[in-house]
């Protein structure tokens, strides 16, 4: 059963902002949000993530709902090396099992 | 550090053929995982190891063995192969514990089965 959905795709011009949507409404209290990216041919790599509060980092910054089931991954300024599919994952509370959804594929537009 | 590395990049097998998937990471960490990735799908965690001797299954562990008798290795193993395991294979690690551990990824094996 998916824990996750996202757009399957989503387009932004270059050095726009972005906004990724994901909602996972049966997310649990223990449950971790994180945000992987897949370049083409490659493995995923790490985004961001949360549990309760908006996050920043140096990537991206992390939106999560008051109530946890949606969440927004933040790209301030979408450079054409940020075009990728971006996964928002639920991690279960043992840390054991990640759960990817489909993903958003993001085009961005020199 | 090579970080997460994954032998071999492609194969071709035949239906019923055996065949060991490699990974190996240099980083110390206790975590690794296997997972698949379909065309147009997320990853699905097939098996995962928390340390040398401890295996447990993921989301789809059929069809798939794994063992993990040093840190550093986490070989995957497909018995009688059959096509509907053709996918892109991928190995992560991480440190184990705590809230947060980022996962570090090897560059997938991609695996047909005719």
């Known amino acids: 059963d998916a824990k996750t959905t996202q757009p399957n795709s989503m387009e932004s011009n270059e050095e726009e902002p972005v906004h990724l949507p994901c909602n996972h409404s049966t997310i649990s209290g223990t449950d971790y949000i994180h945000w992987y990216r897949q370049l083409p041919s490659q493995g995923p790599e790490y985004v961001i993530h949360?549990?309760?509060s908006n996050v920043n980092n140096r990537m991206a910054s992390l939106a999560i709902a008051e109530d946890r089931k949606s969440s927004t991954l933040i790209l301030h300024r979408a450079t054409l090396r940020d075009a990728a599919v971006y996964y928002c994952i639920l991690r279960d509370n043992t840390g054991n099992q990640f759960y990817f959804g489909t993903g958003t594929s993001l085009t961005v537009i020199p | 550090n090579a970080g997460v590395t994954q032998t071999p990049k492609f194969q071709v097998l035949k239906t019923g053929q055996s065949m060991t998937l490699q990974c190996a990471q240099d980083?110390?960490?206790?975590?690794m995982s296997w997972y698949r990735q379909d065309p147009g799908m997320g990853l699905r965690l097939i098996h995962y190891s928390v340390g040398a001797g401890i295996t447990d299954q993921g989301e789809v562990p059929n069809g798939y063995n794994v063992s993990r008798s040093t840190t550093e290795d986490f070989p995957l193993r497909l018995l009688s192969a059959a096509p509907s395991q053709t996918s892109v294979y991928f190995c992560?690690?991480?440190?184990?514990?705590?809230?947060?551990?980022?996962?570090?990824f090897g560059p997938g094996t991609r695996l047909t089965v005719l």
């Open positions: 949360g549990l309760t």
């Open positions: 980083m110390n960490h206790e975590y």
């Open positions: 992560a690690s991480r440190i184990a514990g705590g809230s947060y551990n980022e996962q570090f």
